[in-house]
């Protein structure tokens, strides 16, 4: 078989296509993520979070939509990110087949998290009070650039 310029290259993006559906799809029923989406609705990454009654160690809370769930302090600094660069953020639900948008925007919401819940890196610089911003903050500031 011939191949033209280009074809394996049309044909793998195919296959990273369908393995992110796949991926997105995936979920165990019962799940709660943050997807982040594509302008478009397209699936890009998620992060799972867990509900009040599942908390693990060197998780926090937050509050989306008036609900509790604990997080790990990575999904924070990933949330952030994510809304930095201009994705579609929702909490989504999995029944096991399909996902359910359950919160919009939860960057905007996040209730502030206490700076002194976050654990210390060994070796990082000691960021002053004065220094530190909320979530809010932070969003308006980079937005502001």
């Known amino acids: 078989m011939v191949t033209r310029p280009?074809?394996?290259g049309m044909r793998i993006s195919d296959l990273l296509v369908a393995a992110a559906a796949f991926m997105?799809?995936?979920a165990t029923a019962g799940e709660v993520h943050i997807i982040s989406r594509d302008q478009a609705g397209s699936f890009l990454s998620s992060h799972q979070i867990f509900l009040k009654d599942q908390p693990r160690q060197s998780m926090t809370h937050v509050d989306y939509c008036g609900?509790?769930?604990?997080?790990?302090?990575d999904t924070i600094d990933w949330l952030d990110n994510q809304a930095y660069e201009g994705h579609r953020l929702g909490v989504e639900y999995s029944n096991g087949k399909n996902w359910r948008l359950i919160c919009r925007n939860p960057e905007k919401q996040l209730a502030q998290v206490r700076e002194e819940e976050r654990p210390q890196v060994q070796g990082a610089p000691d960021i002053p009070a004065s220094k530190k911003y909320g979530w809010i903050e932070l969003l308006n500031k980079r937005s502001a650039r």
């Open 24 to 26: 997105a799809t995936s």
């Open 6 to 8: 280009g074809e394996w």
């Open 67 to 73: 609900h509790t769930y604990y997080v790990f302090w």
